[in-house]
């Protein structure tokens, strides 16, 4: 009675990486990527690199390489639960103390999105200005660091950074935090990171980036 890939996992490719591994991610945004693998022509393409920035994903990433990146979703309503294994995830990374092997697959020509779910907290931005708060510790060690970056937005841009180096487009960079307008405000927090970087990328990202906004919840 449990329900399990609807596909050849070794046909997955990935297409997505996803920042923030947690519970919010596996029960819908795998899930419903899982149904698009499942349904799509070209669905295979959408396979999803997972990567914790935090220590405390630590345990979740070594379960889940245990079990083949595979996890069990149950949903429930007022009259029954459905029970089923998703298969979108293909590979997990755990990058608390170094990202590069994210900026490295992040960098592969597939790769066509950039998800986030981190928190607001994770945008490293002021709660006044919405924009970037340079005083982050995060954001200081991005700035003296770049190539090696600790903060999701710092991910990004070092990540845009390597694309325009080699001449190629940029991913869309998706926020699925529940922040209003979140599209704009990790936006305007890698422009702000950018400029401080390099003005040029800063320029580069503003003419070619992209940062669509998502509707997270409606309470």
Known sequence: GIGGPAFIRGRVRPGIVHLGLGGFH????????????????????WGIVGAGLSPSDGPLIAALTEQDCLYTLVE?????????????????????????????????????IVRLTVHKAGYCIDNGSRRLDVSHPQIAH???????PHSAVGVLTAALARRRAADRPPFAALSCDNIQHNGTVLRNAVLDLAMRQDPALAEW????????STMVDRI
């Open 26 to 45: 596996r029960a819908h945004m795998a899930r419903y990527t899982d149904d698009v693998i499942e349904r799509s022509n070209d669905g295979t393409r």
């Open 76 to 112: 429930r309503d007022e009259t029954r639960a459905r029970t089923r294994i998703i298969g979108s995830l293909v590979r997990v990374l755990h990058a608390s103390h170094d990202t590069l092997q994210v900026l490295d697959a992040i960098d592969q020509p597939r790769t066509a």
């Open 142 to 148: 991005d700035l003296a660091d770049p190539r090696h």
């Open 205 to 212: 990202i503003e003419q070619n980036g992209a940062f669509p």
